[in-house]
């Protein structure tokens, strides 16, 4: 059913900017991890893949219920390379155990985003931790080898179209993919721990060559050692995804703004909030110096 948001009134913007700060002077601190990607990009891809399991067929999964808490969920194939984004976030529960992990785990997503000198995301606490049994099955999340018909379809089931499709992929500007995760790998080049529209234009622009790596799997690779999934380069097989892939690619400000609008309808995907309670939007640590 319908999860209704439940603002905790004993807290206020200034309780949650103290865990932003928490997180991202961890993420600063820990800056090594990953060959110096850091923790950032796995931090936004556990916000995600925490409400990506939101079926708006029959209102289950999303970030709700921090059900990410779970093995079944955090040991879903899916979801391999993510319980070191859930280690780096246990201290942070365990300084401010007052916060439902499902806040936790997407404002965990916003504040990587914003400290990539990515846009502002207003966020809602409210989610309400919800118990085991309630963790959705595995195999929710979607695959990398699909073509456009199949990302069209897999995220129509969030009711999500074109434009927030095409946007919420952007963020693929963010880390990398590992080949012990994902069978996928690269890139090769420095994977970026900065959030811009550098994706669209590699799509657009590089030499793309497909082939198999070291897996065995298709991917795309180009002579300057960046890499495409399938799922991404089918962002170019589409008329009209290619179109919006191309204003990305020629206007940051608008992916911006797109994807900052999609990525909060993806970390509130199944969650109805009170009509009065207004998100917040957080400093960036450079903004309070
Ligand atoms: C068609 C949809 C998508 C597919 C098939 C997909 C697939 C993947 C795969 C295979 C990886 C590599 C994981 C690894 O090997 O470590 C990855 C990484 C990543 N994904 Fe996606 N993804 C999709 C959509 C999204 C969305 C909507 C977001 C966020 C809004 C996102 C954010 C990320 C980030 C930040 C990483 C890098 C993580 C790291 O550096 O460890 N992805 N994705
Ligand atoms: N800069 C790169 O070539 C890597 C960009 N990239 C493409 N698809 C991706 C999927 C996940 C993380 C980074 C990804």
Request: net charge negative; aromatic share 12%; hydrophobic share 35%.
């Amino acid at each position: 059913g319908l999860n209704v948001a439940i603002p905790n009134k004993s807290k206020s913007i200034k309780d949650y900017q103290n865990v932003y700060n928490d997180i991202a002077e961890k993420i600063r601190e820990e800056d090594e991890f990953d060959n110096y990607i850091g923790y950032g990009p796995i931090l936004v891809r556990i916000a995600w893949h925490s409400s990506g399991t939101f079926d708006k067929n029959n209102m289950t999964g999303g970030s709700f219920g921090g059900t990410m808490r779970f093995k079944k969920e955090i040991n879903d194939p899916s979801n391999a390379g993510l319980k070191q984004a859930d280690e780096f976030l246990a201290p942070i529960y365990k300084k401010h155990s007052w916060i439902s992990h499902g806040d936790l785990y997407t404002l965990a997503g916003v504040t990587a985003v914003q400290e990539a000198q990515g846009p502002k995301i207003p966020w809602r606490p409210g989610r309400v931790d919800q118990p085991e049994n309630t963790t959705p099955e595995n195999g929710r999340l979607p695959d990398a080898t699909g073509d456009s018909s199949y990302v069209r379809n897999y995220f129509g089931r969030f009711g999500f179209n074109d434009t927030e499709i095409v946007a919420l992929i952007g963020a693929h500007c963010l880390g990398k993919t590992h080949l012990e995760n994902s069978g996928f790998e690269g890139p090769w080049g420095a994977a970026s721990n900065v959030f811009s529209n550098e994706f669209f234009v590699n799509l657009l622009n590089e030499n793309w060559k497909l082939q198999k790596n070291a897996a065995g799997n298709e991917q795309y690779d180009s002579p300057k050692g960046y890499m495409m999934l399938p799922a991404d380069f089918a962002l170019r097989q589409d008329n009209k995804f290619l179109k919006l892939v191309k204003a990305y690619a020629n206007d940051q400000d608008l992916f911006f703004n797109d994807f900052a609008k999609a990525y909060v309808k993806l970390l509130e995907s199944g969650i109805h909030f009170p009509a009065d309670q207004k998100p917040f939007i957080f400093k960036t640590l450079d903004e309070q110096e």
